[in-house]
């Protein structure tokens, strides 16, 4: 590729390959690129795509097997550390120290960087006034919340001024008012110190933001151009759908397997199509669909990614267990098989959550919160970081005790059963909680045992969870080695082992593309109407869409309660006719910040 005189960085054919026991995986392959300085570039692809790799060689901490790499003009692979002393970069997971204090990792990140004492007081009081973390330099930086980690991470990369600075997914993790803030420092950085910035983002919306985007697959770019460029060439192939007889959850199903669909997303009360194909004689027709409404939409820059990398246009007919047991006659389920009979028992409250408190100490992480979940709900459980939800879902799911109040899972009080409770569970953790040195299969010998299966039963579940997540190509590699998507699937099958009544998924979509989450809530969505009732926690606000009810917390008590639709009405306005949950979501959390309560 010709290098240009405004390229930051300059690739050209760059290949490297790692070596997993019985297998060598190309995370590179023959790849040229040119980055051009003084704006946004974003790195999206899906999971596996090499993203993360040309990131750790462009910062020197990776060597290629072959090719040229040049980063403000220095060889990456000659003098690497001479990379390392220009560049401001921030890894997965924000790269802090955690048992040190805020202030103690700054001065950290200054000492790498040989950054004189004389010279860091007035960079210190920059950094912490943007970020905000200036009354939190004595905590420690495992105490913050992880949209604290966040700006603490990003304000460590810019301890010494950088020309260039690399950010690996940010933003997974955090919630949309901490991914607004670190969006306005980065922008308030580009203005002040004119530096370039290469992002990776598994959040395409922030892609959108971006001056020009990278699109990676199987080690290999597919496209690079500004994000309208994208979105072009998707013109007259998006639609939003609607159904006064279908839910949404139904109209998504039927509509994502109508001849000529790619994609059918729930998109808040109407369900966003992507055409195989553009539609220029009028509109796409869809036969036996009751009271359909069709109408052109604007693309979004995520169509675009789905178009070039869905292999497969019809939705997968997802069955929910391929086995009966004693107790349950659980057949293979879909959202096909019921979409004619919705008649789960809604009316019967399988979670009952009434007045609970969590004390720390003399800290109260949550404050009287009552809700109740009924049978077959998806209810979501929505917070900033540090509002108290994650500690709320942990108490539910008996893994840590009430200090007051009540709470009962299937009938049982989880203070005086919680054993008896936890067997209807299926638990999926933030970041899986798979055990890293064991293959898929031996983490699935080790959870189904954990769930009590044996013997032949216990074959049948494991076969199914093969089969079900195809997951038999990587059957004998260690769950760290696993791409980020499939690390995902491992962990969904390991809580439906035992074929729960109530599952539990705690950030299940966080860092994985959108191909993963589109295949993770047709999983799910199925689950419910298969009579499953599912309580989840997500930082992606679209797919809060997805949940009947939700719960939105901010200092540990409750902001608001209800559907998707009576929360997003709350804030129409004629400026913002057709508010989306993220406009919800900021909207409440700034209310109560200007009550005077941070949330």
Not at 24 to 45: E, F, P, R
Not at 55 to 80: C, E, F, H, Y
Not at 234 to 239: D, E, I, K, S
Not at 429 to 446: D, P
Request: proline share 5%; net charge negative; aromatic share 6%.
């Amino acid at each position: 590729m010709k290098n240009t005189p405004e390229a930051i960085i300059q690739l050209n054919n760059i290949s490297l390959s790692f070596t997993l026991p019985g297998r060598t995986i190309t995370a590179l392959d023959n790849i040229s690129l040119n980055v051009k300085a003084g704006q946004i570039t974003g790195l999206i692809g899906p999971d596996g795509a090499g993203k993360t790799t040309l990131m750790r060689l462009l910062s020197g901490l990776l060597k290629p097997d072959s090719g040229q790499a040049t980063v403000l003009g220095i060889d990456v692979v000659k003098n690497p550390q001479e990379i390392q002393s220009v560049i401001g970069y921030m890894p997965q997971r924000f790269g802090l120290y955690e048992d040190l204090t805020v202030q103690e990792n700054m001065d950290l990140y200054a000492d790498l960087h040989n950054i004189p004492v004389s010279q860091r007081a007035s960079r210190y009081e920059k950094l912490l006034s943007m970020s905000q973390m200036a009354p939190f330099t004595s905590r420690l930086a495992g105490k913050l919340s992880g949209g604290m980690k966040q700006k603490l991470g990003l304000a460590c990369a810019l301890v010494s001024p950088p020309r260039l600075l690399i950010l690996d997914e940010p933003t997974v993790g955090v919630d949309p008012v901490s991914r607004r803030e670190l969006w306005q420092i980065i922008n308030q950085m580009l203005q002040e110190e004119h530096i370039s910035v290469l992002m990776s983002t598994a959040y395409l919306d922030e892609a959108e933001r971006c001056d020009d985007v990278i699109l990676m697959h199987e080690g290999r770019i597919l496209d690079q151009a500004s994000p309208d460029d994208f979105s072009e060439k998707m013109h007259n192939r998006t639609f939003l759908a609607h159904s006064e007889a279908l839910s949404k959850r139904h109209l998504q199903f039927r509509l994502s397997r109508e001849p000529g669909v790619l994609d059918a997303l729930i998109d808040n009360d109407d369900i966003h199509l992507v055409m195989q194909e553009p539609v220029t004689d009028g509109l796409p027709v869809f036969k036996d669909i009751d009271n359909l409404t069709i109408h052109p939409t604007r693309p979004h820059f995520e169509d675009a990614f789905i178009a070039l990398l869905k292999k497969n246009p019809v939705a997968k007919n997802t069955s929910i267990a391929t086995t009966n047991s004693e107790n349950k006659d659980k057949t293979a389920l879909s959202i096909e098989d019921t979409s004619n009979n919705v008649s789960n028992d809604t009316t019967e409250s399988i979670i009952k959550v009434d007045k609970v408190v969590r004390r720390f100490g003399d800290f109260y992480a949550v404050k009287g919160i009552s809700f109740e979940v009924k049978k077959g709900e998806i209810f979501g459980l929505l917070g900033a970081n540090g509002a108290g939800k994650s500690t709320l879902f942990r108490m539910l799911c008996g893994l840590l005790p009430v200090s007051d109040g009540r709470v009962e899972v299937a009938g049982h009080n989880l203070r005086t059963a919680s054993a008896t409770a936890r067997a209807h569970i299926g638990y999926m953790a933030q970041r899986f909680s798979l055990y890293t040195n064991l293959t898929i299969k031996q983490n699935l010998m080790f959870f189904s045992k954990a769930y009590g299966l044996r013997g032949k039963k216990q074959q049948e579940r494991i076969q199914w969870a093969l089969d079900e997540f195809e997951l038999q190509e990587y059957l004998n590699t260690n769950s760290n080695d696993l791409p980020l998507g499939y690390k995902q699937r491992l962990a969904f099958a390991a809580a439906l082992m035992h074929e729960p009544d109530i599952l539990f998924l705690d950030e299940p979509t966080s860092g994985v593309d959108p191909l993963a989450r589109r295949e993770f809530w047709q999983r799910t969505n199925a689950l419910a109407e298969s009579g499953v009732t599912v309580l989840v926690t997500t930082h992606f606000m679209d797919e809060a869409n997805y949940c009947d009810r939700l719960i939105i917390m901010a200092s540990g008590t409750e902001l608001a309660t209800g559907s998707p639709e009576e929360l997003r009405s709350r804030f129409k306005s004629e400026q913002n006719p057709q508010p989306s949950m993220e406009d919800t979501f900021i909207a409440l959390v700034e209310s109560k910040t200007q009550q005077g309560q941070p949330s």
